[in-house]
């Protein structure tokens, strides 16, 4: 069974970090292109890093680059989005997602309808 389990989160103050993992189970992530997602109040899901499976190229959008942080560890299956310098009108419900062999074209994170896999979502709430 394939599952994707993200921790972290919680209450963060402006200007603050935190770190959110996503370990996966079923499936070995180095097969997969993986990005990381925060649903909006529209509930839209918006992207903000990705990793393409073909090389392993980290790419970011221009809403998080420079603050955000994709990383893997492939050696315990877990994914990592660590986030510096939150905004308020960043509290949102975040999510890791998987894809096997999912590619980056152009530069641009593949949107949510590319993924299959996904977390459950955890929250992180910016405010002091």
């Known amino acids: 069974q394939v599952q994707l389990v993200e921790s972290g989160g919680g209450s963060v103050q402006p200007g603050g970090s935190t770190t959110l993992s996503c370990t996966a189970s079923?499936?070995?992530?180095?097969?997969?292109?993986l990005g990381w997602f925060r649903e909006g109040p529209d509930k839209k899901l918006e992207e903000l890093t990705c990793i393409d499976s073909r090389d392993g190229k980290t790419y970011y959008t221009g809403a998080v680059k420079g603050r955000f942080t994709m990383t893997v560890d492939y050696a315990r299956n877990t994914m990592y989005l660590q986030m510096n310098n939150l905004k308020r009108d960043e509290s949102a419900k975040y999510f890791c997602?998987?894809?096997?062999?999912?590619?980056?074209?152009?530069?641009?994170?593949?949107?949510?309808?590319?993924?299959?896999?996904w977390g459950q979502g955890i929250q992180v709430t910016v405010s002091s």
């Open positions: 997602a998987a894809e096997i062999g999912l590619g980056v074209v152009g530069g641009h994170c593949p949107r949510d309808w590319s993924y299959d896999e």
């Open positions: 079923g499936l070995d992530l180095k097969d997969y292109g």
